[in-house]
């Protein structure tokens, strides 16, 4: 894996920082040596970050460099509206001049900013964007393809944006594959195409005309490649979310699932997006699961939790009344991915 920096500079402890929190949960493709954030420096990340490997925080680059070897430096924040912090612009000249390659998922586009596109002509170094959409004529429209794919396509959504719907999916993801399970996955954001997601689009920076048609070509592309008898599919904002129209929604038409696993944040009381100045409400569970129904016309079979701010009791109350008001499944994926692979494995059978 190349070795890399990370840089969330008093960022860290924040839900813009989804895409460090990811890679430290999750990293296929980086080897993550170091964290540049100057509010946290001398710590380590799992004194700031709940469940995650421990690696070391600095206050700048050149501390870091000083103790790694890192080839490239990821902009790990994925700020709503996708704007470079302007704290990050020093951070970036600096890597710059020393020679690491900059990777970003912003809609903030790197190679188009002058100042970092002139330096890095300068020093001979790479500004990659995976935000970016591909070229127009390498977009594809949609082609209703699920009637060819056989295997089952689950959507894991949630009740908001930075909930920990990528998570719980690669929990479960690996679960499966410990279990025997012919699975893949398609990410849908930057941090899952960071981590090294085989297939995938970034899916707010793809044409309107594009969108469903670009996802369900990555799901068609795995189901080819692979013939897996499980794709599991990362959701975006949720559906009943006014600022992420184009996520959930997306996300049911281009997969067109065969069931839905559902991600919450019981103790969260307002949306991630804007909540200081908004504070707009989060759905109850019921009403969400009742949308998803009508979108896809499919059920949601299991939730899984986000249990930020909630105690180990409080936690355990939420999974219980969950499974008896719904009569499904209810798990932390962090710690009981194998209760969702199940159900999902339960899912195949009936349908088959």
């Known amino acids: 894996m190349t ?18 929190h990811g890679l430290l949960r999750h990293s296929e493709k ?46 790990g ?19 710059i001049k020393e020679g690491l390659d900059i990777i970003s998922g912003l809609h903030h586009f790197l190679s188009e900013d002058e100042e970092f596109v002139e330096l890095a002509n300068e020093y001979d170094v790479e500004l990659e964007d995976i935000r970016k959409s591909p070229p127009l004529d390498e977009l594809h429209y949609f082609k209703n393809r699920k009637k060819d794919i056989d295997a089952l396509t689950i959507p894991f959504l949630g009740t908001d944006s930075s909930v920990g719907k ?18 893949e996955w398609v990410a849908t954001g930057q941090t899952g195409l960071l981590q090294g997601a085989e297939y995938g689009i970034p899916l707010d920076s793809i044409k309107g005309d594009y969108m469903v048609g670009e996802l ?21 904002g949720s559906i009943s979310h006014p600022a992420y129209v184009c996520g959930s929604r997306a996300v049911l038409a281009g997969s067109q699932p065969d069931a839905v696993i559902l991600q919450h944040a019981p103790a969260r009381k307002y949306r991630h997006y804007q909540s200081e ?12 699961i009742h949308l998803i129904r ?33 009569n499904i499944p209810s798990a932390d994926a962090l710690e009981e991915p194998e209760k969702i692979a199940k159900r999902i494995e339960r899912q195949k059978e009936i349908q088959d």
């Open 3 to 20: 070795k890399a920096l990370i840089l969330t500079d008093e960022h860290l402890d924040i839900g813009a920082a989804k895409t460090t």
């Open 30 to 75: 980086y080897d993550i040596e170091g964290i540049i954030d100057s509010k946290f420096a001398g710590k380590t990340t799992d004194q700031v970050v709940p469940r995650c490997d421990k690696v070391k925080i600095y206050p700048d680059l050149y501390s870091a460099l000083e103790e790694n070897e890192a080839k490239k430096l990821i902009v």
């Open 77 to 95: 924040v994925a700020t709503v509206g996708g704007y470079l912090p302007e704290n990050f612009r020093q951070h970036i000249e600096e890597s």
């Open 166 to 183: 990528r998570t719980a999916l690669l929990e479960v993801y690996e679960a499966m594959k410990e279990r025997g399970d012919e699975v």
């Open 216 to 236: 369900e070509n990555q799901i068609w592309k795995a189901w080819k490649e692979k013939k897996p008898d499980y794709i599991l599919v990362e959701g975006q």
């Open 277 to 288: 100045d908004i504070q707009w409400p989060m759905p109850d569970l019921e009403d969400e």
């Open 294 to 326: 009508v979108y896809s016309g499919t059920d949601v079979i299991a939730i899984t939790i986000n249990p930020e701010e909630l105690t180990e009791k409080e936690k355990r109350n939420y999974l219980i009344n969950y499974e008896q008001r719904f």
